[in-house]
């Protein structure tokens, strides 16, 4: 059923808005949600709900009253950066480790992607190459539900078990309205992308700057010492910022800006940037150019003709666990048990786990079996995503008995 789940999952379209200032983004995420709940109702988990803001919550009894509770978090959004809507998949089965041709005019070819050697002889799920997969995150949440279903059906030792589906997660808004006492674990782990037997708790600081030019509009032919054009304004305030430290120059631990909107024109143009730093001085040295840059601009003209809104949207949880690394070994436990070497590398981005540490649930990240991320190229693989549900069911076993 795993494999049918998710791509049962995947036919729903729930790209996130950043634009929209409704909670969720989307309705159409809500779509998702009541299918889940349904789902939960029919594996007999009655207590099932989706709130007001299109979160989904659910909790399953243990049998072990000494025990944690451990909750398990998947996102239901989609990326904006590319369309989600009327996906089609393929399987691949027994694949050959080769370039894989998606349509006529687009190939993941392991050139660009050198570790699909590794995936040979297993079982890949595509697209056509016109959308996004959405295995980010309905690997996770086909792995979650999985999970559910055994649970129901087990008699096997485990304590209390949370479960929750959030929207607007790819936005940086999945925790916004996160209900802590509802949800009522000890800690949990986000299900959210990766290799299966990954396990994350570092993760970038990251920060928003919406910037506004102002420029002055005058004809051009009668614009000499008059017009002061908003466009070439923001070029230069972008010219200001190091290019080195751009998401195509970095990668492990560094930081950067980057600019992935930017519109408008002579009299107003507005340019969006997301900044991201594992070190929290380096993090607010960025954010501190991006007010240096708005001066000297300012001061240069002698008019305000730039202005910033810098507002940070989640930090680096990795302090949170100094005094609790035992949630870490249970994970790695976990994941040895599986099979697997258990690997801990820094998150260039995000998950809800960053922002639910930060307030007080502490939430790793593990690895879903699903790769390339946010465009055409991404795929998930089965054998990984089974390997993700054995895991999951190990950590509540681990938990269960002691």
Same mark, same amino acid.
Request: proline share 3%; glycine share 8%.
């Given at each position: 059923?795993?494999?049918?789940?998710?791509?049962?999952?995947?036919?729903?379209?729930?790209?996130?808005?950043?634009? @929209?200032?409704?909670?969720?983004?989307?309705?159409?995420?809500?779509?998702?949600?009541?299918?889940?709940?349904?789902?939960?109702?029919?594996?007999?988990?009655?207590?099932?709900?989706?709130?007001?803001?299109?979160?989904?919550?659910?909790?399953?009894?243990?049998?072990?009253?000494?025990?944690?509770?451990? /909750?398990f978090?998947?996102?239901? #959004?989609?990326?904006?950066?590319?369309?989600?809507?009327?996906?089609?998949?393929?399987?691949?089965?027994?694949y050959?480790?080769?370039?894989?041709?998606l349509?006529?005019?687009?190939?993941? @070819?392991?050139?660009?992607?050198?570790?699909?050697?590794?995936?040979? /002889?297993? !079982?890949l799920?595509?697209?056509?190459?016109?959308?996004?997969?959405?295995?980010d995150?309905?690997?996770?949440?086909?792995?979650?539900?999985?999970?559910?279903?055994?649970?129901?059906?087990?008699?096997?030792?485990?304590? #209390?078990?949370?479960?929750?589906?959030?929207?607007?997660?790819?936005?940086?808004?999945? =925790?916004?309205?996160?209900?802590?006492?509802?949800?009522? =674990?000890?800690y949990?782990?986000?299900?959210?992308?990766?290799?299966?037997?990954?396990?994350?708790?570092?993760?970038?600081?990251?920060?928003?700057?919406?910037?506004?030019?102002?420029?002055?509009?005058?004809?051009?032919?009668?614009s000499?010492?008059?017009?002061?054009? =908003?466009?070439?304004?923001?070029?230069?305030?972008?010219?200001?910022?190091?290019?080195?430290?751009?998401?195509?120059?970095?990668? !492990?631990?560094e930081?950067f800006?980057?600019l992935?909107?930017?519109?408008?024109?002579?009299?107003?143009?507005?340019?969006?940037?997301?900044?991201?730093?594992?070190?929290s001085?380096?993090?607010?040295?960025?954010?501190?150019?991006?007010?240096?840059?708005?001066?000297?601009?300012?001061?240069?003209?002698?008019?305000?003709?730039?202005?910033?809104?810098?507002?940070? !949207?989640?930090?680096?949880?990795?302090? *949170?666990?100094?005094?609790?690394?035992?949630?870490?070994?249970?994970a790695?436990?976990?994941?040895?048990?599986?099979? *697997?070497?258990?690997? !801990?590398?820094?998150?260039?981005? /995000?998950? #809800?786990?960053?922002?639910?540490?930060?307030?007080?649930?502490?939430?790793? %990240?593990?690895?879903?079996?699903?790769?390339?991320?946010?465009?055409?190229?991404?795929?998930?693989?089965?054998?990984?995503?089974?390997a993700?549900?054995?895991?999951?069911? %190990?950590?509540?076993?681990?938990?269960?008995?002691?």
């Open positions: 059923m795993l494999v049918e789940r998710f791509l049962k999952y995947v036919s729903f379209d729930t790209e996130s808005d950043p634009s @929209s200032e409704t909670i969720p983004s989307t309705s159409k995420q809500k779509l998702l949600a009541e299918y889940l709940v349904k789902e939960l109702h029919d594996l007999k988990v009655d207590n099932a709900h989706m709130d007001e803001y299109g979160y989904v919550y659910a909790h399953i009894k243990g049998n072990n009253p000494d025990a944690d509770t451990v /909750g978090i998947a996102h239901m #959004d989609t990326s904006f950066d590319f369309s989600g809507k009327d996906v089609k998949t393929r399987i691949i089965e027994d050959d480790g080769l370039d894989i041709k349509n006529d005019d687009l190939t993941t @070819s392991v050139e660009v992607f050198p570790f699909l050697s590794n995936l040979k /002889g297993q !079982s799920i595509v697209t056509d190459g016109t959308t996004l997969l959405g295995a995150d309905k690997a996770g949440i086909a792995e979650i539900m999985t999970l559910v279903e055994y649970l129901m059906t087990s008699d096997a030792a485990r304590g #209390d078990i949370s479960i929750c589906f959030t929207p607007d997660e790819e936005i940086g808004r999945g =925790a916004d309205m996160f209900d802590y006492k509802k949800f009522n =674990a000890d949990a782990y986000t299900l959210d992308g990766g290799p299966v037997g990954s396990i994350e708790f570092e993760n970038f600081n990251a920060a928003s700057a919406d910037v506004h030019v102002s420029g002055i509009s005058i004809h051009p032919g009668d000499k010492d008059k017009m002061v054009n =908003a466009i070439l304004i923001a070029m230069e305030f972008n010219s200001l910022l190091d290019a080195t430290a751009r998401p195509e120059h970095t990668e !492990s631990y930081g800006y980057h992935h909107d930017m519109s408008g024109d002579v009299s107003n143009t507005e340019m969006n940037y997301i900044i991201r730093d594992h070190d001085q380096a993090f607010a040295f960025k954010k501190n150019q991006i007010v240096k840059a708005r001066d000297f601009i300012n001061n240069k003209y002698q008019a305000e003709l730039v202005k910033v809104d810098v507002k940070d !949207s989640y930090y680096n949880m990795a302090s *949170f666990f100094t005094d609790q690394m035992h949630i870490i070994e249970l790695r436990e976990a994941i040895t048990a599986q099979g *697997f070497d258990p690997v !801990s590398l820094p998150i260039r981005g /995000g998950t #809800d786990g960053a922002r639910l540490t930060y307030e007080g649930l502490l939430t790793p %990240n593990l690895g879903t079996g699903g790769y390339n991320y946010h465009g055409p190229h991404e795929f998930a693989v089965i054998e990984e995503m089974q993700s549900v054995e895991i999951i069911k %190990n950590i509540v076993k681990i938990i269960g008995e002691r």
